[in-house]
């Protein structure tokens, strides 16, 4: 690939192209690298520029059923196979990640919080702290990760911004830093509250950056957190995602569920030097995890199959 260029995933101009942007291929690789290595929840996205490029959108893929969906190579960004990508819809418990992101942002994870009344007043999935107890940032991150705990969700966001309302503000800001063009946030646990919506697309490249991030990549790899309670009791958290362990390849990502949202999944997997990143959204059927496989599988073998190189399409 010298001389070539490395296509990362950008704003989409309709179902059937997207705007691509470009990192040159000399650096992509150690940059990459050295994203994925930090550990302190500093890693970013590369500044870039926009070009006209369109990109390949395979439309050959495995059947799957969700009604939205987005399978893209997660080192370049290229999209691999999607429908119904730019549609709005509830997203569940997978914007948790845009919620991770924000708490990142500010880093200072061995900072002390103590729990308030107000946070724990959520429903259904709660970690089951009490008002009083005092945790370190990072604890409630990676088992609000792992878990995916609502109670935790509220705890972090009144935590970075002193209240719910003024942390999605900040989950907005941080989504459209990310490109993200059809999203608006209003909680940082994705409980269904009417305006609050993503797309498969936009939900893609918070994966992209999440991905991208030490902290979250060793959170949601872990099929097992061990959280040490106030009390001093500890309580082993499994994580939410069915694919860890059932499937090699899965290192990661996040799960989702509501009754408005359907079934929910942000999922990837890697095999040698060939990583792959699936949004599903709108799922009505407990398969979601066997669509999952299928299409990663896929993907990977199709990125294999052609070496990993991305594949820049030029027509119309």
Same mark, same amino acid.
């Given at each position: 690939?010298?001389?070539?260029? $490395?296509?990362?995933?950008?704003?989409?101009?309709?179902?059937?192209?997207?705007?691509?942007?470009?990192?040159? !291929?000399?650096?992509?690789?150690?940059?990459?690298?050295?994203?994925?290595?930090?550990? @302190?929840?500093?890693? !970013?996205?590369?500044?870039?520029?926009?070009?006209?490029?369109?990109?390949?959108?395979?439309?050959?893929?495995?059947?799957?059923?969700?009604?939205?969906?987005?399978?893209?190579?997660?080192?370049?960004?290229?999209?691999?196979?999607?429908?119904?990508?730019?549609?709005? *819809?509830? +997203?569940? #418990?997978?914007?948790?990640?845009?919620?991770?992101?924000?708490?990142?942002? /500010?880093?200072?994870?061995?900072?002390?919080?103590?729990?308030? #009344?107000?946070?724990?007043?959520?429903?259904?999935?709660?970690?089951?702290?009490?008002?009083?107890?005092?945790?370190?940032? %990072?604890?409630?991150?990676?088992?609000?990760? $792992?878990?995916?705990?609502? =109670?935790?969700?509220?705890?972090?966001?009144?935590?970075?911004?002193?209240?719910?309302? /003024?942390?999605?503000?900040?989950?907005?800001?941080?989504? %459209?830093?990310?490109?993200?063009?059809?999203?608006?946030?209003?909680?940082?646990?994705?409980?269904? +509250? !009417?305006?609050? &919506?993503?797309?498969? %697309?936009?939900?893609?490249?918070?994966?992209?950056?999440? &991905? *991208?991030?030490?902290?979250? %990549?060793?959170?949601?790899?872990?099929?097992?957190?061990?959280?040490?309670?106030? =009390?001093? *009791?500890?309580?082993?958290?499994?994580?939410?995602?069915?694919?860890?362990? /059932?499937?090699?390849?899965?290192?990661?990502?996040?799960?989702?569920?509501?009754?408005?949202?359907?079934?929910?999944?942000?999922?990837?997997?890697?095999?040698?030097?060939?990583?792959?990143?699936?949004?599903?959204?709108?799922?009505?059927?407990? &398969?979601?995890?066997? @669509?999952?496989?299928?299409?990663?599988?896929?993907?990977?073998?199709?990125?294999?199959?052609?070496?990993?190189?991305?594949?820049?399409?030029?027509?119309?």
């Amino acid at each position: 690939m010298t001389g070539a260029a $490395v296509w990362s995933l950008a704003s989409c101009t309709n179902q059937g192209g997207v705007r691509a942007i470009p990192v040159t !291929s000399s650096n992509a690789q150690h940059l990459y690298a050295a994203a994925a290595a930090q550990g @302190d929840g500093s890693a !970013s996205m590369v500044p870039v520029m926009l070009p006209e490029q369109r990109m390949l959108v395979a439309t050959t893929g495995p059947s799957i059923r969700a009604a939205s969906y987005l399978l893209l190579d997660a080192r370049t960004g290229q999209h691999l196979a999607g429908r119904n990508f730019e549609t709005a *819809r509830a +997203v569940a #418990s997978t914007q948790k990640l845009v919620t991770a992101l924000v708490v990142l942002d /500010a880093g200072n994870l061995d900072k002390n919080v103590r729990v308030q #009344s107000s946070d724990v007043a959520v429903e259904p999935t709660r970690l089951g702290v009490k008002p009083g107890e005092v945790y370190t940032r %990072r604890e409630l991150l990676y088992a609000f990760l $792992v878990k995916s705990a609502n =109670d935790v969700a509220n705890i972090l966001a009144r935590d970075n911004a002193g209240s719910i309302s /003024a942390f999605a503000t900040k989950m907005n800001a941080k989504a %459209r830093s990310l490109g993200c063009s059809n999203t608006n946030f209003k909680n940082p646990h994705g409980l269904t +509250v !009417s305006g609050q &919506y993503s797309t498969a %697309r936009d939900m893609a490249r918070v994966a992209m950056a999440a &991905y *991208r991030n030490g902290v979250i %990549r060793d959170a949601v790899r872990r099929k097992y957190y061990t959280f040490h309670r106030a =009390d001093g *009791r500890t309580v082993v958290l499994e994580n939410t995602n069915d694919l860890l362990g /059932a499937m090699p390849e899965c290192n990661g990502m996040k799960t989702g569920y509501t009754v408005a949202s359907g079934r929910c999944l942000i999922s990837s997997a890697v095999s040698g030097s060939r990583e792959v990143i699936l949004v599903q959204l709108g799922t009505k059927t407990k &398969y979601i995890w066997d @669509d999952a496989r299928i299409m990663m599988s896929w993907g990977l073998q199709r990125l294999r199959s052609r070496g990993g190189l991305a594949m820049v399409w030029s027509g119309n």
